[in-house]
């Protein structure tokens, strides 16, 4: 199986809201509403922010929210704050009953 | 909320075997609800979902990996386990111990442990 594809790096200013795209095929992203997102910290563990495409846990910031179209989904965080500044992973369940990441997008707040 | 903490060694010599526990507290392994999931993240890199297990023993592995990985849960000690067989550098790696239900998001995670193959 091959890892998703997300960009490498992003960028935004406070306030500002910026997008990430994870892109897989119809084999996993594109075949099921089972993507997830983690925020990962320097030095944390990862956490989960959306799953499920769209859903947020408890606790999690409305200011991030999930979607997906054909065989991308997308990870959307708005009033971008200095504390966002992480790296960000995409999730997927697939065809083959096995779990599969992308290969992380660093956010950074200028 | 679940707590997840894994534990083993540290360091593990080329072509032996790694072998880490996780221990869960604040919730039954045999609850029925979850599955139960190793992840590795090398020094620098991004996730690599390693497998999952059912509280049955049903398991779900890595293509790539399945050859060398084995994951076991222990009810009456509400822990499950993760071997890898013939590590090399490349296995190198922080791993955790995570949780999920069927098909979903990895919900609760352990701090991670620092996994060093070198003779």
């Known amino acids: 199986q091959s890892a998703l594809t997300q960009p490498a790096s992003v960028s935004g200013s406070p306030g500002q809201s910026i997008t990430i795209s994870c892109t897989g095929t119809?084999?996993?992203?594109?075949?099921?509403?089972?993507v997830s997102w983690y925020q990962q910290h320097p030095g944390k563990a990862p956490k989960l922010i959306i799953y499920d495409v769209s859903n947020r846990p408890s606790g999690v910031s409305n200011r991030f929210s999930g979607s997906k179209s054909g065989n991308t989904a997308s990870l959307t965080i708005s009033g971008l704050q200095a504390e966002d500044e992480a790296d960000y992973y995409c999730?997927?369940?697939?065809?083959?009953?096995?779990?599969?990441f992308g290969g992380g997008t660093k956010l950074t707040v200028l | 909320q679940l707590q997840l903490q894994e534990s083993g060694p540290g360091l593990v010599k080329p072509s032996e075997t790694l072998s880490l526990t996780c221990a869960v507290s604040?919730?039954?392994?045999?609850?029925?609800?979850?599955?139960w999931a190793w992840i590795r993240q090398p020094p620098g890199k991004g996730l690599e979902w390693i497998g999952s297990?059912?509280?049955?023993?049903?398991?779900y592995y890595n293509p790539s990996l399945k050859s060398r990985v084995t994951i076991s849960v222990d009810t009456s000690k509400n822990q499950f386990s993760l071997k890898l067989s013939s590590v090399t550098a490349a296995d190198t790696a922080l791993y955790y111990c995570t949780t999920h239900p069927p098909y979903s998001g990895f919900d609760s995670w352990g701090q991670g442990t620092l996994v060093t193959v070198s003779s």
């Open positions: 999730s997927s369940y697939t065809s083959s009953s096995t779990g599969v």
């Open positions: 119809s084999s996993d992203v594109g075949g099921y509403n089972y």
């Open positions: 604040g919730g039954s392994i045999s609850s029925g609800y979850y599955y």
């Open positions: 297990i059912y509280y049955s023993g049903s398991t």
